[in-house]
């Protein structure tokens, strides 16, 4: 069995798939890894659109990737499109939002996606997070009511590459504070931060 660490430094967005059908039951397996996370008043707020219907699948991206989205057409190779959305008529995320400023609901569906993710490497496929899509799109091409946000697209399928390094991360010094504020923070962390690779 894979150690929790290593799958997590394994991972990495996978922007090229094999034109594989992934088979329901894996697909099924991360649907049930993202069904166990914790949220907020326990509200479980997310829903998960999955789309492995290749005509369906068509439509959503090319919905979903006109225009300014055209850069994320490279999900449309995915057999498997997956929409996280969630509930946006929940108490409790009416009262984070409005009394302490806190969008648990985007924390919720953050914390479930990423165990779908996880549990997706875990299995030998690849995954991408996407934020960079048409939100009316997918609306229009899923037919989806106005009580449902759409948070973010995961493509899921086998992968056909995958990137050569890990992705660079800051020093855990410069993430991790311990005990008081880390160096630079006072003053904005002047000259710190990723430097992002594709
Ligand atoms: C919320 C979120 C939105 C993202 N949106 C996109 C996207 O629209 N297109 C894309 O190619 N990658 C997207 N990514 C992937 C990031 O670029 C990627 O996670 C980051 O560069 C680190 O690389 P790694 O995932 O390979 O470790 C997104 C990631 C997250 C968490």
Do not use: D, H
């Given at each position: 069995m894979t150690a929790f660490i290593d799958l997590v430094r394994s991972r990495r967005s996978i922007r090229r798939f094999l034109p594989r059908a992934v088979e329901r039951e894996k697909i099924t397996a991360c649907l049930e890894a993202a069904r166990m996370a914790p949220s907020a008043h326990n509200a479980q707020p997310w829903r998960f659109f999955v789309v492995d219907d290749p005509g369906l699948r068509d439509r959503l991206c090319e919905k979903a990737f006109r225009g300014i989205y055209r850069v994320s057409r490279f999900a449309a190779q995915a057999p498997v499109v997956i929409v996280v959305l969630v509930r946006k008529d929940i108490v409790v995320h009416f009262v984070g939002r409005r009394i302490q400023g806190t969008t648990y609901h985007l924390i919720d569906s953050g914390i479930a996606g990423e165990h779908l993710?996880?549990?997706?490497?875990?299995?030998?496929?690849?995954?991408?997070?996407?934020?960079?899509?048409?939100?009316?799109?997918?609306?229009?091409?899923?037919?989806?009511?106005?009580?449902?946000?759409?948070?973010?697209?995961?493509?899921l399928g086998y992968p056909a590459s995958r990137p050569p390094r890990e992705t660079e991360r800051m020093p855990l010094d410069e993430v991790a504070w311990w005990n008081g504020l880390g160096e630079g923070a006072e003053d904005g962390e002047c000259g710190k931060g990723p430097t992002p690779e594709r």
């Open positions: 993710v996880l549990q997706a490497e875990e299995l030998g496929l690849g995954t991408c997070w996407m934020g960079w899509f048409s939100r009316r799109g997918v609306r229009r091409a899923l037919g989806l009511p106005r009580r449902y946000k759409v948070v973010a697209m995961i493509p």
